[in-house]
């Protein structure tokens, strides 16, 4: 299975970026998928997840109302579309996929992508 997440960059604050992840390897669709990012110095924090059936989306507190995921199963890809963009949003941004219902946290997803730096200048 690997993960391949793309979509990051530099941008200014209030600006947007949208984030893709696309798998490949086995059936996408019975997984739910997650954002996670990594800032320097700092441990990896959860950011968004989406059940398989797209019907249970969940957010970090300090996204929610900014970010939003989204998923095609057809196409095996996740999306997370980031608006009204901080300077604290800077980070590696990775994607990640688990079975299980746990979905906040990052010990339980098995798969994850070599994460897409995304940096928001002041």
């Known amino acids: 299975v690997q993960l391949q997440a793309s979509g990051g960059g530099s941008v200014q604050a209030g600006g947007s970026l949208r984030l893709s992840c696309t798998a490949s390897?086995?059936?996408?669709?019975?997984?739910?998928m997650g954002w996670f990012r990594q800032a320097p110095g700092k441990e990896r924090e959860f950011v968004a997840a989406?059940?398989?059936?797209?019907?249970?989306?969940y957010y970090a507190d300090s996204v929610k109302g900014r970010f939003t995921i989204s998923r095609d199963n057809a196409k095996n890809a996740v999306y997370l579309q980031m608006d009204s963009l901080k300077p604290e949003d800077t980070a590696v941004y990775y994607c990640?996929?688990?079975?299980?219902?746990?979905?906040?946290?990052?010990?339980?997803?098995?798969?994850w992508g070599q994460g897409t730096p995304v940096t928001v200048s002041s």
């Open positions: 390897g086995r059936t996408f669709g019975r997984y739910a």
């Open positions: 989406i059940t398989w059936s797209h019907e249970y989306t």
């Open positions: 990640a996929s688990t079975p299980r219902v746990q979905v906040r946290a990052a010990g339980t997803y098995d798969y």
